[in-house]
């Protein structure tokens, strides 16, 4: 092959625009010789055209470019229908209002210990937690994310009975104890 290289005749014969051989040149193409230009070709444009079907590539990206502005619109609707909550939204109210549980329920013992040394029974002594605790809960005030009442009734229902059965066992087992020692 010659020395001298021709930029057009490159292009004419690889079927690309002189400004396209020109870029190519930019990118790191030797103009030295032909041949070491053609060898630069071969490996760095025409060779990845033959690993892959560009085509199906464009193809999939815009596939994925679409699939992605549809679930943006979508997120946007549901967010303006009052069906999605932005995530920096609920992160604020859950940390606002966990930070208030955790302040009432670490003042409950300076608040309740005269009334709780007061009872005579263990009973009585849930019974008075519970009511302080659910004295607090209100003062607290609802969340603005709350599951619905009807969700919490059939769920507080099942543990208040469970809480019963675990009390009725704790009295029994303490008069037990009280009535071995006093043998």
Known sequence: ?????????????????????LAWQKRGMPTDTEENARAW???NILTPLRDGDVRDKIDQARLRKMQAEADLAEAE??????QLIEADEVHRELTQYFKTLRDYIRSLPNKIQHEVFEQDSVLKVKRVLQARIDEMLNEI?????????EDEQGKDAGQNEQDNNSTEKCSTNNQTSTEVKAQ
């Open 1 to 21: 092959m010659s020395t001298s290289i021709s930029i057009r005749k490159l292009g004419r014969d690889y079927g690309y625009e002189h400004s396209t051989v």
């Open 77 to 82: 609707v549901k967010l303006k229908l009052d």
């Open 141 to 149: 005030g609802d969340m603005k994310f709350e599951v619905p009442e």
């Open 41 to 43: 070709i071969v490996d």
